[in-house]
């Protein structure tokens, strides 16, 4: 289900794919000689988020899937809990700002005024508690079967992705998939970043996740948990490692953990959520 577009607003065009990468002059040492080579770069680019003509902080971000981005880090924070608290989403390229009309109580607002500036690096997201973190909206009924063909298969369509990483190697990216495809790919600089945009893509366009699997390119920590918790997702997978907090904290709600899904191999630490399948 798609959200009305006519309720979100745009003030410029998309930003434009051809300047999502800039090129830079380098030397580029290899074969024991050194060469001149230009460089692809990914661009960042700080963004604005106002909630109710409250400036709440920024983001720096790879300037794709804002609306994502910013709903899905609202979401990530407890301050969104259901999709009729949106009144208006308006992404401003040209200023580099995104506002968002909630109708939320105030004091959700509140936890996050002030926040100041979220770097694009892998430093964590905002993170209130781990108790009411890693809350589930809605209790599964089952596990959700899983073949792990199926896992493996999901990762090699992450990895392979011709998305600005097949240009720079210089970000991150995540993907909402069910056991037999892969439905979305988004990227970004830091790894909390794309899967926020998942997060939003998922609460914009009502999907349900409870079936659903979240990829990362990156490391699963208690922030990642914290946003796939919120999010309402079974099971997080990533190619690379998880901490053990992260771990921890997806036994509490409930969440499989998958990593280093690479060379026919993975390590899953099972919490009730899903049934492997051996195939």
């Known amino acids: 289900m798609r959200y009305k577009k006519d309720n979100f607003t ?42 109710n003509d409250r400036e709440i902080l920024s983001i720096s971000t790879l300037p794709t899937s804002l609306r994502e981005l910013f709903i899905g880090f609202l979401v990530s924070e407890g301050v969104l809990t259901s999709r009729n608290e949106i009144l208006d989403c308006i992404v401003d390229h040209g200023n580099r700002l995104v506002r968002v009309e909630l109708t939320v109580p105030g004091e959700r607002i509140d936890k996050l005024e002030g926040k100041g500036m979220l770097t694009s690096g892998c430093a964590g997201g905002m993170v209130f508690s781990v108790e009411t973190s890693t809350h589930i909206r809605e209790k599964r009924e089952k596990s959700l079967k899983v073949q792990c063909a199926s896992i493996l298969a999901r990762m090699n369509e992450l990895d392979t992705f011709l998305g600005v990483y097949s240009r720079t190697r210089g970000v991150h990216a995540a993907s909402l998939a069910d056991t037999s495809n892969t439905l979305v790919i988004l990227e970004d600089l830091g790894r909390h970043n794309a899967v926020d945009k998942i997060v939003g893509h998922c609460f914009l366009n009502g999907v349900e996740t409870r079936d659903k699997l979240l990829l990362t390119t990156g490391r699963i920590t208690s922030e990642v948990l914290t946003k796939a918790a919120r999010g309402g997702f079974p099971l997080v997978i990533s190619r690379s490692s998880a901490s053990a907090m992260a771990v921890s904290m997806a036994k509490q709600a409930g969440i499989d953990v998958i990593t280093y899904v690479r060379a026919g191999r993975f390590n899953h630490f099972a919490h009730g959520a899903v049934e492997l399948v051996e195939v």
């Open 10 to 51: 745009d003030r410029s065009s998309t930003f434009p794919a051809e300047d999502l990468t800039v090129e830079v002059s380098a030397m580029r040492y290899s074969n024991g000689a050194l060469e001149s080579r230009v460089i692809s770069l990914a661009r960042e680019v700080p963004y604005t988020l106002f909630v």
